[in-house]
């Protein structure tokens, strides 16, 4: 059974930092591509970073330059390093992963803010990240 498990989340001032962490089991580690979203009450779950099997790696642009997406392949474990937080930051972050999403396929479809969460199968349960002004 595939499990997502992330943490790292909290409360911090704008300009601050955090590192969420997303270790993943019972998965073949590095198939396709994994993933952070981020969702706010009443919109839609939103891509913000993708590290795939070939290295690559995608941001939006309102994250671009502020976060950093890795992962420490022995641990299985996928880290989001969020520098210079804003407060329209401030959302539930989710890492998700499915083998089927590819960066062929995320360039396809027009870039991460393209990507709908429904194209990832596997899901974490989410960590809440606070951003204030």
């Known amino acids: 059974q595939v499990q997502l498990v992330e943490s790292g989340g909290g409360s911090v001032q704008a300009g601050g930092s955090l590192t969420l962490s997303c270790v993943v089991s019972g998965y073949i580690y590095n198939s396709g591509c994994m993933a952070w979203f981020r969702q706010v009450p009443g919109k839609e779950r939103r891509g913000v970073a993708a590290l795939c099997n070939d290295g690559t790696t995608t941001y939006v642009d309102s994250v671009e330059g502020r976060f950093t997406i890795s992962q420490d392949n022995a641990k299985h474990t996928l880290f989001l390093q969020m520098n210079n937080l804003k407060p329209e930051d401030t959302a539930v972050y989710y890492c998700?992963?499915?083998?089927?999403?590819?960066?062929?396929?995320?360039?396809?479809?027009?870039?991460?803010?393209?990507?709908?969460?429904?194209?990832?199968?596997?899901w974490g349960q989410g960590t809440q990240v606070t951003v204030s002004s």
């Open positions: 998700a992963t499915d083998f089927h999403v590819n960066m062929p396929v995320i360039q396809a479809l027009g870039g991460l803010d393209r990507v709908r969460a429904a194209d990832f199968n596997y």
